[in-house]
């Protein structure tokens, strides 16, 4: 392959460019209720070339690969001289090569369609024994790429991935009053990181089921617990999204407030992006620019301690490269993106968090929010009230609501119990969703939390 | 292609069709008036459905050399799918519609980069502080399709479409928004694009306060496709067979406003969504949804028909990498007889809505929307007095499209819907301020 890539781009008159090519092969399935909904493979082939000259993007995508992309790379090369110059360069780097092999056990290629289903519906079918349980969705999703990519600094990397993940989603119901919970896994592994998953299946109806029973939370400021599915979410949402260079370029209120340096929290806390994980569907040896993924500290030690960039925002802002340009498929070019975004662990058991605790919520997952700027919205899963120290009874409605450099200021105190979680989906910017991402956290202490309920 | 697949799997299944999609796009982007940037996207690619022993199996690909696994997937999923009776329609004489036009293949990317940079002077000249983003988009599409049933038909269509959105800083942000269809080889309508721009941002220079409270709205056709949505979503066969949709068994009874005919209408020329067939092969119509307000039926693809005991109405709409599903082509609201500048003169307090930023669809079957109002102008005393802010309407569809108090007399082209403005008599307008 890398012989046929160098031929398209050598030679080409421009200040840079890449050309990465994908071959992946995916299995969807997915069953509601009773019936099987939608059942599929695809075997997909395509890839994405970009020049860069003077300051100026030119890319295209495209499924044919033969001769004629040569054509088309000479097409964009004179499209690019055309354009008026403007400022910007890229950060380059050395020749190099290098192949990534994705560990796997049960090759996802290899395990028959009927085992896939097999799994998926009996998964499916423990919600559905349910009685008060009168809806359910599961869903199975595993998926095999590689990826070939070169540039004209005569580097080339070859990377493949494999993925596999499932969700499972329950609606529960008694007369008028309907609750819905759902939860997602999902691995940088083969098919046997899907077996064996019965207790989180039970989980998810005995959740949708306890929700019939809880009450909506009264409304006003409380000292909440946030859950490692909540506080990952909030570090990728809330915080991640605005550590993004783009963004940054884009914003002068936001350069502003994401100064390095600058005190949002207390010692204890450190944020961190990290494509270097193992197994994860958030990880990554090289991003999609051809860059080493590397473990990034977005605030470090309560401060903000860095960026994350292209080749193109890492140039502009004069700050070092991180690997973090990643594209959704072969149909969309890399973007400044996160992979797994964590809260490190600090020091404190749960106990710990709970016992100096009067009157407070313990609050679990999220159902999506808003955010813009650094003010944000999130729907909790569900929560507890916490009462002297203690989790009581279970609520819903929970909708926590606020400021994300005033509420990274008032996390008081951390877990010592980091868990990361992936799943199905994934993280959405400029139209390419879901890009498989991770979000983890300890167990968190967050002082005035405004709650909304219903 | 094909031919070659449909090939391998016959003589192995009972039935096959082959969904073939070659999609050539370009997109010139500027923003806050400079160039930004061009994209191109070369697209292939194949959709194989087969139905073995009464069961659809479904695969895709974009890879050429992998045509052996595309059919043993098709075949191998066909083993746990959905049961059907259909057959496949055969080859049936198609109408002529207007798709293609040789006329979009001249505009260049140098050619788009020049009209955009025009335009940007222009609007400079004329208001240097509107912040102006555009996006020329052209679109060479070539659909088709072969089944078990000898059915063997292809058409090519052109898109060209101009996206403008212009961003007025001054005490808060505002956006005005404008579109142009140029499917049909039209020149690029620079001096009247122009225009309803600077007008729409002279209009919102003023920032005008209006309380909550229920007021005449008259909604543009800009913003027009995101208060239909939920009738568009029930007249879904697919919500007919599920049994989810308000209007099963409310056929041919009286349940809009007189003055509303809505239709879906493959035929018409140069729409985003035109083509002399479905993606089924079914030949193209015109399906009426309601006629002067009478609800006439639901639109079908071949799966859905058969499981409600109807006919396709060719309304399959698929890529190359899903299963045909019923949808929409191009959605048209005839035109009534109303002057925009008279119906605003007659409103003595209102609001002029031109776009909806989509807020929550708590609802969207029962005809529940709550709509955030991204670009809109109070009226006073028949006149517009300026932009307003932190606005959202709500209200039920199926009530508010009875209120209907006047419908424009010009149809907009938006690409797939074809809209005048409509007048309701009373929204529910609530207002932060």
């Known amino acids: ?454 | 292609m094909r031919y070659k697949i449909l090939d391998m799997v016959s003589g192995q299944v009972d039935q096959a069709d082959v969904y073939e999609s070659e999609v050539d796009l370009t997109e010139v982007e500027f923003r806050q008036g400079k160039f930004y940037s061009v994209e191109t996207k070369l697209t292939q690619g194949w959709g194989l459905r087969v139905i073995k022993n009464g069961r659809v199996g479904f695969s895709s690909s974009t890879n050429p050399e992998r045509m052996e696994e595309l059919t043993r997937a098709a075949i191998e999923a066909s083993a746990f799918g959905q049961n059907v009776g259909f057959t496949l329609p055969e080859q049936q004489d198609l109408p002529v519609v207007q798709t293609f036009e040789n006329r979009v293949l001249l505009a260049t990317v140098a050619r788009m980069q020049e009209w955009g940079r025009e335009l940007i002077e222009v609007l400079n000249a004329r208001m240097p502080e509107l912040k102006v983003d555009l996006k020329f988009s052209r679109c060479y599409r070539e659909i088709g399709l072969v089944n078990t049933s000898g059915l063997d038909c292809s058409f090519q269509r052109g898109e060209l479409e101009v996206m403008v959105a212009g961003l007025l800083v001054q005490d808060g942000i505002f956006w005005v928004y404008d579109y142009v269809n140029l499917s049909g080889g039209q020149d690029f309508p620079l001096e009247s694009v122009a225009e309803r721009v600077i007008n729409l941002a002279r209009l919102g220079k003023q920032k005008a306060i209006l309380k909550s409270g229920d007021y005449p709205v008259v909604v543009m056709p800009t913003a027009l496709p995101q208060l239909l949505l939920p009738l568009l979503v029930a007249i879904n066969g697919k919500h007919r067979q599920k049994k989810t949709s308000p209007l099963i068994g409310r056929e041919n009874e009286r349940v809009l406003s007189e003055k509303i005919t809505l239709v879906d209408n493959r035929l018409r020329p140069f729409g985003t969504g035109s083509a002399p067939f479905d993606d089924e092969g079914v030949p193209a119509r015109k399906n009426v949804l309601f006629e002067r307000g009478v609800f006439k039926g639901f639109l079908f693809d071949l799966t859905t028909a058969e499981a409600c005991k109807e006919q396709s109405t060719g309304s399959a709409v698929r890529s190359y990498s899903s299963l045909p599903a019923p949808g929409l082509s191009n959605i048209e609201l005839l035109a009534g007889e109303a002057e925009l500048e008279e119906v605003l003169q007659a409103m003595p307090a209102g609001l002029v809505v031109y776009s909806f930023l989509g807020g929550g669809m708590s609802n969207l079957l029962a005809g529940e929307v709550t709509l955030n109002v991204a670009s809109g102008y109070k009226v006073e005393n028949g006149r517009i007095a300026g932009r307003v802010k932190d606005v959202s309407v709500a209200g039920n569809v199926y009530e508010l499209f009875q209120r209907v108090a006047a419908v424009g007399a010009t149809q907009r082209d938006l690409g797939d819907y074809f809209l005048p403005f409509v007048k309701f008599s009373s929204f529910k307008v609530a207002c932060k301020e």
């Not at chain 1, 403007?86 to 380059?92: A, Q, T, Y």
């Not at chain 1, 944020?271 to 994860?280: A, F, G």
């Not at chain 1, 498929?329 to 009067?358: H, W």
């Not at chain 1, 400029?430 to 909304?452: D, F, K, M």
Request: aromatic share 8%.
């Open chain 1, 1 to 454: 392959m890398k012989a046929f890539l160098k031929e398209v781009i050598d030679g080409l008159a421009v200040d840079y460019a890449d050309i990465r090519v994908e071959e992946s092969e995916t299995t969807r399935i997915v069953v509601r209720g009773q019936e099987l909904d939608d059942l599929g493979q695809s075997f997909e082939r395509g890839g994405c070339l970009r020049v860069f000259y003077r300051g100026n993007w030119v890319v295209a995508s495209f499924n044919v690969i033969d001769e004629s992309l040569k054509e088309l790379a000479d097409d964009l090369a004179i499209q690019v001289n055309e354009l008026p110059a403007r400022e910007g360069g890229l950060v380059s780097l050395p020749a190099f090569e290098q192949v990534v092999r994705a560990p796997k056990n049960e090759d996802p290629r290899l395990v028959p369609l009927a085992a896939k289903q097999q799994l998926i519906k009996n998964y499916n079918q423990i919600l559905l024994n349910h009685e008060q349980i009168v809806s359910t969705v599961a869903a199975y999703q595993d998926s095999h790429k590689t990826v070939y990519w070169y540039s004209s600094e005569n580097r080339y990397i070859e990377q493949e991935f494999v993925r596999s993940g499932f969700s499972c989603q329950a609606i529960a119901r008694d007369g008028a009053n309907i609750q819905s919970y759902g939860e997602s896994f999902g691995r940088a592994k083969g098919f046997e990181s899907l077996k064996g998953k019965e207790e989180l299946v039970e989980r998810v109806a005995k959740i949708a089921i306890d929700l019939l029973k809880a009450e909506p939370v009264t409304a006003g400021k409380y000292t909440v617990i946030v859950d490692p599915l909540l506080g990952g979410i909030f570090a990728h949402e809330a915080f991640g999204h605005l550590s993004e260079a783009d963004h940054i370029a884009e914003n002068e209120r936001l350069k502003q407030l994401m100064r390095i340096g600058t005190r949002y929290g207390v010692e204890q806390l450190t944020i961190v992006d990290d494509p270097t994980l193992p197994d994860e569907v958030g990880s990554y040896r090289y991003d999609d620019e051809g860059v080493p993924a590397q473990r990034t500290e977005l605030i470090a030690e309560g401060r903000i301690a860095g960026h994350l960039h292209s080749r193109h925002t890492a140039y502009l802002m004069g700050e070092a490269i991180t690997g973090n340009a990643r594209a959704i498929s072969y149909r969309f070019p890399p973007i400044v993106r996160m992979s797994n975004t964590y809260i490190v662990p600090g020091e404190k058991r749960l106990e710990d968090l709970l016992a100096d605790v009067q009157d407070g919520l313990y609050v679990v997952g999220s159902r999506g929010g808003m955010t813009e700027l650094e003010t944000f919205t999130f729907s909790s899963q569900y929560a507890y009230r916490i009462e002297n120290g203690k989790r009581t009874k279970m609520v819903r409605d929970v909708t926590l609501a606020g400021n994300v450099f005033e509420t990274l200021k008032n996390i008081e105190a951390i877990g010592n119990d980091l868990s990361i979680h992936g799943g199905l989906g994934g993280c959405g910017k400029n139209g390419q969703s879901p890009l498989p991402v991770t979000t983890g956290a300890p167990h968190i202490r967050i002082r005035n939390v405004v709650v909304g309920g219903r």
